[in-house]
């Protein structure tokens, strides 16, 4: 057991490491777009790396079920149902090829001609001809404005979706092999350094995009991406057949059990899937054009959002092992586990509500602001050549909402907190192994928020006539409102299951605690980033009277930065403890305890004590630990002597043998 746990702990360090490097990736990849070719560009390319994933929707339930199916073969040498299981699924992951091309190929005309097509139809307008077709990308040194045509935009949704659709296709299979046979740590450092190699290339190309007096065509860079999926796929598929030699391919083999895995895993993620993953795509449709601005804003605050989260749901997902060991042993949670479990969920949802309310405008505006106020600011001068009033407006407005007032920072954070309490909810019902029960249910929720969501932000824009700044501001508003209020309502299924299938015992007992320590330190964060942080340090935007040019009202530098984190930690640690120490202090101590810094130091003062007190004692510490077998050999009534069994010798002296079973005939007598 304690080996495993160390197993753990060292994946779990590997892949933070992994998540912040990508992280940076991230960062780096939104400054040097931003810099070589505007807000609207980074927009477009947001909303391609979401588009592109559809061209794989099957290939993740398709991972994980093999994985799953792989992992106990392979631990038992059975290498005949392995390659059943293999050759299954790399059949698998070739159809569906096919139909990831098909898909990418419809996106790659659909997404662009919505695009341009649809504001033009919003306003009433007349549609331009195609050789107008496009959107801006930059302006040159020289103020000469960058224009993206419309079969560039498709070129370069076909060069996302090829990464997509070839990484996954062709080499999926080899690292679902990996991760079944626990050499996950070896599989992500090949993703690591292919990312390194690809992505560094092309930030070299983008800042040489940046310095050169004119813009390099946008295509360019991102052509290392084809490059991408042969780098990482041909590394672990030559580690898969150098380490693996028992692994062949069979083209006659199916595996039924995959097949029926996959669909029914597929289904069952695909509401949680829609609701947690959907934002960017929804509000690109409601908002047409400047869609593309204003998601090109969300995204930098998703970079932040999406990480944090990721962060905050390994300590909460981390306990899924421990769960199924228990549900395995007992069947069903106890009720006290349980509200043990949901005070902990609880208090990582507040203190992730807290980091991202209060840190994440100065974040945003530190490491980005500046870059959008200067595209704004170009897109001023062009006014009336490429970019109208209105649209320059809009842009302002939806900056202005989003970078320099507490409510969307507020309004984003109760979403990711939202989702922390759906994901943790679902954690359980995972490692119950019911989660197909519950997926018709989560679909329907699903549906039913993505239908709530087109009708009242479109109605929004229906009823003000046309696409306006205030009106973008009341979609963001309504959205991120409607959106939350779908996790809280799937939550809340989620946690009635819990309490009828999954624990038993269950009461109502500790419900109105744990919500307290849920609501007061939220309520407190939002009175202290409103009436303290944001009259300390005030963002706002105003413009120079002299240069005509919009500017921050504070310039957000890393001491302000600093500051900030200080006031947050101690606000997010402060009340997430007190409260819990409060109402449930037994429990609220053991989760302290148990935090693995501080139980690893524990544990190490704990085990040092031992020593100290052995040495004491005159015990020569040393000789037990040399001796240790023979003591137990001795405890035990074996004897010292005793050969030691290995493995095959073992089967051949205790394996149960069955007796033949011998029948008797007999015959009648004859009369």
């Known amino acids: 057991m304690r080996t495993y746990a160390k197993n753990g702990v060292f994946s779990a360090l590997v892949g933070v490491l992994i998540s912040l490097t990508n992280t940076v990736i991230q960062f780096l990849m939104i400054y040097w777009i931003l810099n070589a070719y505007g807000t609207e560009f980074n927009g477009f390319i947001k909303i391609t790396t979401a588009l592109a994933v559809l061209g794989g929707t099957a290939e993740g339930a398709m991972g994980i079920s093999t994985v799953i199916l792989l992992m106990k073969p392979i631990a038992n040498h059975d290498y005949i149902a392995a390659n059943e299981i293999y050759s299954t699924a790399k059949q698998k992951y070739h159809n569906n090829v096919t139909r990831g091309i098909i898909i990418i190929g419809l996106i790659s005309i659909l997404y662009p001609l919505e695009v341009v097509i649809f504001p033009y139809i919003v306003n009433g307008q007349k549609i331009p001809p195609f050789s107008e077709w496009g959107i801006q990308a930059g302006t040159n040194t020289d103020g000469t404005v960058n224009f993206i045509q419309f079969w560039h935009m498709s070129l370069i949704i076909l060069i996302f979706g090829f990464k997509q659709v070839v990484t996954m296709g062709f080499f999926g299979v080899y690292e679902n092999i990996l991760q079944a046979d626990q050499k996950n740590g070896v599989r992500r450092i090949i993703i690591l350094f292919a990312d390194v190699v690809v992505y560094g290339s092309l930030f070299a190309l983008l800042n040489v995009s940046i310095t050169r007096t004119e813009n390099i065509s946008p295509i360019i860079p991102f052509l290392f991406l084809l490059a991408y999926p042969f780098i990482r796929g041909w590394m672990i598929k030559i580690y898969i057949k150098r380490y693996y030699s028992w692994l062949k391919f069979y ?63 390994n300590l909460i997902t981390s306990f899924r092992e421990y769960f199924l060991a228990v549900t395995i042993k007992e069947g069903r949670l106890s009720w006290d586990a349980y509200s043990k479990y949901e005070l902990y969920t609880f208090v990582i949802a507040a203190l992730t509500f807290i980091l991202m309310g209060s840190l994440s405008p100065y974040l945003v505006t530190g490491l980005y602001g500046e870059l959008v106020l200067k595209d704004i600011n170009l897109a001023t001068e062009q006014v009336g050549k490429t970019l109208t009033n209105e649209a320059l407006s809009n842009q302002l407005s939806a900056f202005k909402f989003i970078f320099t007032t507490p409510w969307f920072s507020l309004l984003y954070a109760g979403t990711v907190a939202a989702t922390l309490l759906y994901q943790g ?73 819990t309490f009828r299938r999954v624990t038993y015992n269950s009461s109502l007992r500790n419900i109105i605690p744990n919500f307290i320590a849920l609501i007061i330190p939220i309520f407190v964060s939002v009175i202290v980033i409103i009436f303290l942080q944001w009259k300390t340090v005030p963002l706002g935007v105003v413009l120079n009277t002299q240069n005509g040019l919009y500017e921050l009202t504070t310039k957000v530098t890393l001491p302000i930065i600093a500051s900030v984190s200080v006031i947050s930690s101690i606000v997010g640690f402060v009340t997430t403890m007190i409260v819990p120490l409060i109402i449930r202090p037994k429990v609220a101590i053991s ?69 033949p079973k011998v029948y008797k005939i007999k015959g009648s007598k004859a009369k």
């Open 251 to 313: 083209g006659d083999m199916n595996n039924f059990k995959l097949k029926r895995r996959a669909a029914k895993l597929f289904w069952a993620n695909l509401g949680q899937n829609i609701m947690i993953n959907a934002d960017i795509v929804i509000l690109l449709v409601v908002l047409g054009t400047s869609g593309l601005r204003i998601t090109s804003m969300l995204s930098l605050y998703m970079v932040i959002g999406v990480n944090l989260r990721l962060v905050m749901t």
């Open 591 to 659: 989760i302290v305890l148990n935090l693995p810094i501080i139980k690893q130091i524990a544990e190490k003062q704990k085990e040092e004590s031992k020593v100290k007190l052995l040495a004491n004692e005159n015990i020569n510490i040393s000789a037990i630990e040399d001796q240790k077998e023979i003591i137990l050999r001795a405890i035990n009534g074996f004897s010292v002597k005793e050969k030691e069994l290995d493995e095959e010798d073992f089967m051949k002296k205790y394996k149960f043998k069955e007796k």
């Open 425 to 497: 909810q679902m954690t359980l019902i995972q490692a119950k192994g019911v989660n197909s029960e519950v997926s018709k249910a989560s679909n329907i929720i699903a549906g039913v928020y993505i239908s709530v969501v087109a009708l009242s932000t479109g109605l929004v824009s229906v009823v003000s006539g046309h696409i306006s700044g205030q009106s973008i501001n009341i979609v963001l508003i309504l959205f991120y409102s409607i959106k939350t209020l779908f996790l809280v309502v799937g939550y809340l299924y989620l946690w009635l299951f």
